[in-house]
């Protein structure tokens, strides 16, 4: 009789791995209740024992010897509390000691090492486990090493997450043999750039998402836990019905959907991937980040610090310009940066003080331990990056909270500037405005776009440039202009109220004129697509797709 054979290839201290095991001898020992239930007798011999889950059937990769020492006992520990129960069921002594049974935990680094040697694949059913999160900003040169040989030199294979090093090696392992896996992983690896660089690869491998919860709150019992937002994913190459547990939010219980199909994105649309890209793929104007100064906080000011600095140097008033990041746009907050970059020596001259604030920044990139850093020293005066357009531009915060319905995003005049947090589109129209601000734009964002932690990461290269424009009349392009304006008016009747306030999805009652604004102009977005208005959020993530699909077949 076939055992199912199970794998850990991160197992820790066993955790996953004892849990099973536990939960399958608890099903066993109900089964065993049922049936003395109806007066059957158990045999106790080797041959004939009504015990069948085995610790023989249990597998595991770990790189820690301690932990595998601790994932050993635990899982044997596991076994006599299961046993001391089962021995209560059947009323007969079940001989303990000398132990008989053993796990097969496997000391080793499971990215080099050949899983072959622990288990075979055609003798493995399922393989499980919550493999290590480490971004790819956050690896040593040897686990970039290890990420680049497992994925075989792929494309972008040195920008994705260490956990997908195990997605890849299980799908390599699974060839074509029925094995199920499922991982808990960090959520960056379903969103934003990691999807394309992680899974194209996978999936040329013949392996397709079956079930898979989308983000929620990783909870534990220890003290003081950090917020850790995850998903779990179960891929293979047996095909069948598709599973998805929703989590409206990442506290929120799942619902259990069963999409028809289930792409990388964990969304039911074509299985395509979204390449980081440097230009649009549509016919609009570019974007761009804002100004990146390099300053250590030399040029940049307060209200109260300005109002401070200009009762020492008047002269220095015509050089301020309002600073805007996505925190200064979104909530309202007040900050302005001293320019100097166009200044002449002769102008220096007069502003003994912004002399000084040139100094401190000069001082400040010569003590970087960064050699780029250390050259920016030569110009002071001037940001590291600077991006200043002569005309309107829209402003699309980077980072923008996960509850609003809408990224709340504006228009920036050429007096002000913008920082690196920041999207800039320059020379932007009202109808661009309306476009980005629907809600089929920002139905597409969510799911494409990065995350910081829960929060959306907008950016240029995945979100806007593969976002695929509706092909518009001139009488529909007008239409979007002038309800894409009303927003901004609808803002306006709100003067002592922030951005964040007025979009906090919970208090959409509270500003009625905002609201319809953006119903209005969601509905003829909608239309300019050939959609009919209102339809639920995955129907428009569906559409956009196989336009996506189109464009870049």
Request: hydrophobic content about 40%; some cysteine; proline content about 6%.
């Amino acid at each position: 009789m076939h055992r199912d054979q199970l794998c850990d290839p991160a197992c820790g201290s066993g955790n996953f791995l004892t849990e099973t095991y536990i939960q399958l001898r608890k099903l066993e020992n109900k089964i065993l209740s049922e049936l003395q239930h109806y007066q059957m007798a158990f045999a106790l011999d080797e041959t004939l024992s009504p015990l069948k889950v085995s610790l023989r059937q249990f597998h595991g990769i770990e790189i820690n010897d301690f932990a595998v020492n601790v994932a050993t006992t635990a899982l044997w520990i596991a076994e006599l509390q299961a046993n001391a129960e089962a021995q209560s069921i059947i009323t007969s002594m079940i001989k303990d000691l000398p132990l008989q049974d053993s796990a097969n935990i496997v000391l080793g680094n499971a990215l080099t090492l050949d899983w072959k040697n622990v288990i075979e694949p055609e003798e493995c059913d399922y393989i499980i486990g919550n493999p290590p999160f480490l971004g790819a900003r956050n690896q040593s040169k040897q686990q970039k090493a290890e990420l680049q040989a497992v994925f075989q030199g792929a494309k972008n294979a040195g920008n994705i997450d260490y956990v997908a090093g195990w997605y890849m090696k299980a799908a390599q392992f699974v060839a074509n043999h029925p094995v199920r896996c499922a991982f808990v992983s960090t959520n960056s690896i379903c969103q934003g750039e990691q999807v394309a660089n992680v899974w194209s690869p996978i999936y040329d491998l013949g392996v397709r998402i079956d079930f898979a919860h989308d983000t929620f709150r990783w909870v534990n019992d220890s003290a003081g836990q950090a917020a850790v937002f995850v998903i779990i994913v179960g891929f293979s190459k047996l095909g069948g019905p598709k599973t998805l547990f929703h989590y409206s939010s990442v506290d929120a219980h799942p619902v259990v959907e069963h999409p028809s199909q289930l792409n990388a994105y964990l969304k039911d649309a074509p299985d395509v991937f979204v390449w980081n890209r440097p230009k649009p793929l549509c016919d609009v104007p570019e974007m761009g980040i804002g100004n990146k100064p390099i300053d250590g906080g030399n040029y940049l000011f307060s209200r109260e610090e300005k109002t401070e600095f200009l009762a020492k140097e008047p002269f220095a008033e015509k050089y301020f310009k309002r600073w805007y990041g996505s925190q200064e746009f979104i909530k309202g907050i007040e900050r302005w940066v001293l320019w100097l970059g166009d200044a002449s020596p002769a102008e220096l001259a007069r502003l003994p003080e912004s002399v000084k604030r040139i100094q401190a920044v000069r001082e400040f990139r010569l003590s970087s331990k960064s050699a780029p850093t250390q050259k920016l020293a030569a110009t002071p005066a001037r940001f590291h990056v600077e991006n200043m357009p002569e005309a309107d531009s829209i402003l699309v915060p980077e980072v923008s909270s996960e509850t609003r319905r809408y990224i709340p995003i504006g228009f920036i005049t050429p007096d002000a500037l913008a920082s690196n947090l920041v999207r800039l589109v320059p020379n932007a129209t009202p109808y661009h405005f309306g476009v980005l601000q629907s809600r089929i734009h920002n139905a597409w964002m969510r799911t494409v776009a990065g995350r910081l932690k829960s929060d959306y990461r907008y950016s240029a290269g995945v979100v806007y440039n593969n976002f695929i424009w509706p092909i518009v009349s001139n009488r529909q392009e007008e239409e979007i202009s002038r309800l894409a304006q009303q927003i901004l008016d609808a803002r306006q009747l709100y003067p002592d109220t922030t951005i964040a306030q007025m979009y906090r999805a919970d208090h959409d009652w509270m500003y009625p004129e905002l609201t319809a604004a953006h119903k209005k102009l969601d509905d003829a977005v909608e239309r300019a697509y050939g959609l009919e208005p209102g339809l639920d959020e995955r129907d428009l993530v569906a559409h956009l797709f196989k336009l996506y699909q189109q464009a870049t077949a």
